[in-house]
RNA sequence: GCGCCCGUAGCUCAACUGGAUAGAGCAUCCGCCUUCUAAGCGGAAGCGUGUGGGUUCAAGUCCCACCGGGCGUACCA
């Protein structure tokens, strides 16, 4: 059960028969939020500001008093107090709180209920380009989207991943360029990937000679000339370059497998550039028949967002460009290919919603994109363009395969891995010298943790921000063990579980049958109001598409739970009541923090 | 030129349909290991949100102008 949701529906019969527009009901209830300040309370109604009438004279002190006053009674809250402004504090009452965990204790889904009307989502996520190997540009969309997935499923809705690979484009004709004129048989015979990465970057190098540092360039570049026509004929079915792209294939996507296995994301779908090329076709033409696209320079275009083709040199100054659908050579472009994508998702998965993991620079794109596939019969759906912005190089520029040193996904996880074991010997080192006890794991034990704390590590430092700005990638600080980590969160769940072992305690009874929860101290009391805000924080990080609200979350709870740790004796403390009542707050905190990570991909160990 | 995104402590970032004295972490300084893991805990110092206006009972948040940065801007994806 949400706490905002009990108290908004406490609040709303006293708050409907004083607010003067019954109309703004809804939002003075959504204006109870969690306190700003915990001098506060735990709890804050802000809505008595709104509905004085100033100019009546009335007092907004006075109008959160009478609010105050018409609240039914109940043993949720201790008697509100308002402060001269208005503000209403609230603070929830310690047995409510201790009745609540020990329901909470019971729940499978730590008070999360599915949602009353489960939506269907296809969530479009990482979208690499195959034939090259992932780099750390295609992680934000990967973990963010998968996170994205998880947290959506767990709230109950349908939840469609769907990997658009990049299997059609240019890059593969730069691909069939370079096999044809500079291919190293031996080389590809032995390893296909590798080759074809050699390959991609070399014929870059040759467009970069002949014209700097733009990637695509326009007409005049002899190389990317050449590319362009092999793409040109692979899409006009040319029996050669078809044959050559069914052999890339197979290696191409074998290649993705160990790194998403690596990352531990699943997607349900991999439904490429190539899958949809048969039907873009048929786009252009619906379009044109529909009067949603024209002819324009010799190309078939849709208008933006705004509707207008801006035609005259004036316009063009003013106006966002159309998007190309058919290029006056006849290829069709991602434009097209997402319009068939959209039609496709619509007809086989009938989504309320499609979800775009993509970065910020597509902005543009996508904006056009939904305007026009709304007048084209998707209205309905909802489409949000979740974007991100770049990572950046140490130079500061965007990291790209054109450049070269790229620095390759799976690489990053062998450093951030290795990193992170070098990071635990050292912690080990420093608490065996300082004369603590120290856990000697097994060599297998630490390649484990150095696996779950090094991948944890990078994910939780993309998702732990939602930032649209670039930022600069900077792999230690990315595993930094101490403050807002994942460290620190799978460092929490090892202390939890390390209680239950070291009492020798099976923790099923505090599910099955929860002992009485005592909240004796500040640490305590705080502990269990955290916990039973997880199901607000997965609302939250859902209703914004917004994984850092849950990392924000977790953060809270392990900061609690570092407190009463410090604070709370639990194996010994001073009661068997207390003890049991201990127990059952670290057995479910064990249960938030690693569900919470689950829902971000990120995994714990039990001892580290 | 036009458009989008962004500008918050030295650094990295929060701030939930505008709401109380703008919060964390890192780094710095001080303190805490005979008790369940010190990758921990406690404390100190540090910003008034790029600039100038405006709206509002209330602005980091909304509006306008300007400054600074990034990205995009019809035949790459």
């Not at 310690?94 to 269907?120: E, I, M, N, Q, Y």
């Not at 000339?225 to 899409?235: F, G, M, Q, Y």
């Not at 790194?259 to 997607?267: E, G, S």
């Not at 596939?373 to 190089?393: D, P, T, V």
């Amino acid at each position: 059960m949400n706490l905002l949701t009990q108290l908004r529906s406490l609040f709303e019969p006293a708050v409907t028969a004083l607010a003067p527009d019954k109309a703004k009901v809804p939002d003075l209830l959504g204006a109870i939020k969690p306190a700003a300040n915990a001098d506060h309370g735990d709890y804050q109604a802000n809505c008595a500001m709104a509905m004085a009438n100033r100019a009546a004279g009335q007092q907004p002190q006075d109008v959160a008093k009478a609010i105050v006053a018409a609240l039914p009674a109940n043993d949720v809250l201790e008697p509100p107090t308002v402060a001269e402004k208005g503000f209403i504090n609230l603070r929830l009452t310690s047995d409510f709180l201790s009745r609540s965990v020990r329901v909470l204790a019971t729940d499978p889904k730590l008070g999360v209920v599915p949602v009353a009307k489960p939506r269907t989502f296809v969530i479009d996520l990482s979208g690499p380009n195959v034939a090259k190997p992932l780099h750390v540009g295609h992680l934000r969309s990967t973990i963010i989207g998968d996170s994205l997935v998880r947290i959506l499923r767990f709230l109950g809705h349908t939840v469609i991943g769907d990997n658009h690979l990049g299997d059609w484009g240019t890059q593969f004709g730069i691909l069939l360029y370079g096999y044809k004129n500079h291919r190293d048989d031996a080389a590809f015979k032995a390893d296909p990937v590798r080759e074809l990465a050699r390959l991609y970057l070399h014929v870059r190098n040759l467009a970069k000679i002949a014209e700097g540092d733009d990637e695509d360039g326009a007409a005049g570049n002899p190389v990317m000339d050449a590319c362009r026509t092999e793409t040109s004929k692979l899409h006009a079915g040319d029996a050669e370059n078809v044959a050559l792209w069914q052999s890339f294939m197979p290696a191409c996507l074998k290649m993705l497998e160990p790194i998403y296995a690596r990352l531990d994301v699943k997607i349900d779908h991999a439904l490429g550039e190539s899958f949809y090329n048969p039907m873009l076709a048929g786009v252009v033409t619906d379009m044109l028949t529909k009067g949603i696209a024209y002819e324009s320079n010799g190309a078939v275009v849709i208008p933006n967002a705004k509707g207008v083709i801006p035609r005259t040199a004036d316009e063009q100054q003013r106006e966002e460009p159309p998007a190309i659908i058919r290029k006056r050579d006849g290829a069709f472009t991602y434009t097209t290919t997402d319009l068939a994508t959209i039609k496709h998702r619509a007809v086989t998965w009938k989504p309320d919603a499609i979800l775009y993991v993509v970065g910020a620079p597509q902005a543009l794109h996508f904006k056009t994109l939904f305007a026009q596939a709304k007048r084209w019969g998707y209205a309905h759906i909802e489409f949000q363009h979740l974007q991100f912005g770049s990572m950046l190089g140490a130079d500061r520029r965007m990291f790209a395969t054109r450049r070269g040193g790229v620095l390759e996904l799976m690489a990053l996880l062998d450093d951030a891995a290795r990193l992170s074991l070098q990071k635990y010997e050292e912690s080990v080192a420093a608490r065996r010298a300082s004369g603590r006890k120290v856990y000697e794991a097994s060599a297998a034990e630490k390649a484990e943790i150095a696996e779950v704390v090094g991948v944890g590590a990078v994910k939780y430092a993309d998702l732990s921000q939602n930032r649209t700005t670039d930022y600069v990638f900077d792999l230690d600080k990315m595993t930094a063990t101490v403050g807002n980590t994942a460290t620190y969160m799978q460092y929490a769940y090892a202390r939890c579980r390390s209680i239950f072992r070291e009492g020798g305690i099976d923790e099923a009874r505090f599910r099955t049958n929860p002992p009485a929860v005592l909240l004796t101290v500040p640490a305590e009391r705080a502990l269990a109001l955290q916990l039973l805000k997880f199901p607000e924080a997965v609302d939250n990080a859902a209703a914004d598409y917004a994984p850092h609200l849950l990392t924000a979350y977790l953060w809270d709870l392990a900061k609690s739970y570092s407190v009463f740790f410090e604070n709370c004796p639990v194996l010994n403390a001073v009661t068997p009541e207390l003890r049991d009542s201990r127990l059952l707050l670290v057995d479910l905190v064990s249960r938030a923090i690693k569900q919470a990570l689950d829902l971000l991909g990120i995994r714990v160990v039990e001892r580290m």
